[in-house]
């Protein structure tokens, strides 16, 4: 049943949106759908979790009780307007104060983040519990501006527990704390072209299937770079996708004319782990050929995967790392993200080797911070850009957010037996099931699946069920987000376009992460209903045997 309110015309037009931009057409003719029949719209076309976790953040609202409390006993004025968090003896009072509330939710949390910092970081009692009782307040601009002390010590040990596989680089990462890994991004394109460590129209890697933002950002007139797709082309003995990356394609980056990479892993829509491998691909790409190529990865969704080790930690001078807390906290609302450089990095070093016209030009640029700007490193050039240099005394994350941000990081540092870990992968593996059991399909066991998303390629498998005609049926008579329109008019289904995200045209993206469980189940089914119609016009058009397409179907793996 094709959609009857949308052409085939236009739906050729609106498949060259964003897969963000034409979901708000597809939200439209769900919303249609929902008003005329008893069903709700599942829009399973964004990534942002249904699930938090709760106990960082009762420490967080804890945390303020105790700060409110110490801020009302340095009371001078009227009773509504009290005054601040004072360091001296503060770690004490809190003692008290845990002592006090003991079994109250957050507390418990809080006194092992005491503990913690105190006797296993060496954190000074009164400093540390200061800087939480006043970034909790958020009565002070960020100081330092880049990252406060303590926040940044605790991510740290976060980022290396999590992205690093708990093995620390040689030399640590300098942190910089910002408003999700959006920000992150734009923040990193933006210093990278006013430091002059790329240009405009120089040529740039992505390694795709990627979140859409990636594939646009570069295109914009503001940076205006030429673009190579790596693409993740890799195939098992079945024909079924492993969204990984052949050799031949890694092996582009030793072109020296390449001057960045960009990465999401694990990936954004396929949801796999980059196999080891290819990360030590990359790694001697960087030691052999391409000594000075910029890696900046996205690491969001690798803590939904055991043992993950990021490119930051594989190839740590070279790489820009950029992590959110948004998905494995359902903390999107919260906006907190990280950038880490390592202090032993080529980006330093590559702004020492400057030419003089582009170090005198970086002078005038930040030269009211500093009577030394060129020893001004990247990381810290980086916070000043984010605030156009003239506003840098005014830089950095608030202390709120860096507050939650830090103790999102302790919660899960103390969590010996990772039981929220484990809680939020089985969650999303538990859905993926429900998706497949309502499709009546198998996936192939794969060690680097992730399941955040998963990216379904409708005519490859099509391809392999019923073999190439049905393909050729397929695309003489439909455009390959028709399978998209459908859903939305004839069940209320919103998913997004893997073509959009550089993928296969003809594949769809599913979240795993924002719906209830049960919702996957019908979507599944849902799936196979609309495949199942392609299939019947293909049939009708061909004269097909019934009883062998049958028989074929049972037999089928995606």
């Given at each position: 049943m094709p959609v009857a309110s949308v052409s085939r015309e236009q739906i050729a037009r609106l498949q060259h949106l964003s897969p963000f931009e034409l979901k708000a057409e597809l939200q439209r003719i769900a919303g249609e759908h929902e008003a005329r029949t008893a069903f709700q719209m599942l829009n399973a076309g964004r990534g942002n979790p249904n699930f938090i976790a709760p106990t960082p953040r009762e420490a967080f609202f804890a945390l303020g009780q105790f700060a409110l409390t110490v801020s009302r006993e340095n009371r001078e004025w009227d009773p509504e307007l009290v005054g601040v968090p004072q360091k001296d003896g503060i770690a004490e009072?809190?003692?008290?104060?845990?002592?006090?509330?003991?079994?109250?939710?957050?507390?418990?949390?809080?006194?092992?983040?005491?503990?913690?910092?105190v006797d296993d970081l060496g954190f000074a009692p009164d400093s540390f519990v200061w800087e939480l009782?006043?970034?909790?307040i958020?009565?002070?601009?960020?100081?330092?501006?880049?990252?406060?002390?303590?926040?940044?010590?605790?991510?740290?040990?976060?980022?290396?527990?999590?992205?690093?596989?708990?093995?620390?680089?040689?030399q640590p990462y300098d942190l910089f704390a910002v408003e999700g890994g959006t920000a992150a991004m734009c923040y990193v394109f933006d210093s990278l072209l006013e430091n002059r460590l790329m240009h405009r129209g120089d040529r740039i890697a992505l390694m795709t299937p990627v979140f859409t933002p990636y594939?646009?950002?570069?295109?914009?007139?503001?940076?205006?770079?030429?673009?190579?797709?790596?693409?993740?082309?890799?195939?098992?003995?079945?024909?079924?996708?492993?969204?990984?990356?052949?050799?031949e394609e890694i092996d582009r980056l030793r072109d020296p004319s390449i001057k960045a990479l960009f990465v999401v892993n694990p990936t954004n829509p396929p949801s796999v782990r980059i196999a080891q491998e290819t990360l030590d691909a990359i790694a001697d790409v960087v030691a052999t050929d391409n000594p000075e190529l910029t890696?900046?990865?996205?690491?969001?969704?690798?803590?939904?995967?055991?043992?993950?080790?990021?490119?930051?930690?594989?190839?740590?001078?070279?790489?820009?790392?950029?992590?959110?807390?948004?998905?494995?906290?359902?903390?999107?609302?919260?906006?907190?993200?990280?950038?880490a450089v390592n202090r032993d990095n080529v980006f330093d070093e590559r702004l020492a080797a400057l030419p003089e016209a582009d170090q005198s030009a970086l002078d005038a640029r930040y030269g009211t911070l500093s009577l030394h700007p060129r020893d001004i490193r990247f990381v810290d050039r980086l916070v000043a850009d984010s605030r156009s240099v003239a506003l840098n005394h005014t830089a950095g994350l608030s202390l709120p957010q860096q507050c939650q941000m830090l103790l999102f990081a302790a919660y899960a540092v103390l969590d010996d037996t990772d039981h929220y870990k484990h809680q939020a992968q089985g969650l999303i593996r538990h859905r993926l099931e429900l998706l497949l059991d309502g499709m009546q399909v198998t996936l192939p066991e794969d060690v680097n699946r992730v399941g955040y998303y998963v990216e379904l390629d409708v005519l490859a498998y099509a391809e392999r069920l019923r073999g190439p005609?049905?393909?050729?049926?397929?695309?003489?008579?439909?455009?390959?987000?028709?399978?998209?329109?459908?859903?939305?008019?004839?069940?209320?289904?919103?998913?997004?376009n893997g073509g959009g995200f550089d993928g296969p045209e003809w594949s769809v993206r599913v979240s795993l992460a924002n719906l209830r469980d049960e919702d996957y189940t019908q979507i599944g089914r849902s799936l196979r209903a609309i495949g199942k119609q392609y299939f019947d016009e293909w049939r009708d058009e061909q004269g097909a045997d019934a009883d062998a397409d049958a028989e074929a179907d049972r037999a089928a793996r995606p």
């Open positions: 009072r809190f003692g008290s104060w845990l002592t006090e509330h003991d079994g109250d939710p957050g507390v418990d949390l809080l006194r092992r983040v005491l503990r913690h910092g009782a006043d970034s909790v958020g009565d002070h601009y960020p100081e330092p501006d880049r990252m406060l002390h303590h926040a940044e010590q605790m991510v740290h040990e976060y980022l290396v527990q999590e992205m690093c596989a708990g093995e620390p680089p040689a594939l646009e950002i570069p295109a914009l007139a503001d940076y205006a770079l030429e673009q190579v797709h790596l693409h993740a082309s890799t195939v098992d003995q079945d024909g079924v996708h492993t969204w990984q990356y052949p050799p890696i900046i990865t996205d690491d969001v969704y690798g803590t939904f995967i055991d043992g993950f080790r990021s490119l930051m930690a594989e190839v740590p001078r070279n790489t820009i790392g950029v992590y959110s807390f948004s998905k494995y906290f359902g903390a999107t609302g919260w906006r907190l993200g990280v950038v005609g049905i393909g050729a049926f397929l695309r003489e008579h439909y455009e390959p987000t028709d399978i998209l329109f459908r859903l939305a008019d004839q069940t209320g289904i919103i998913l997004l």
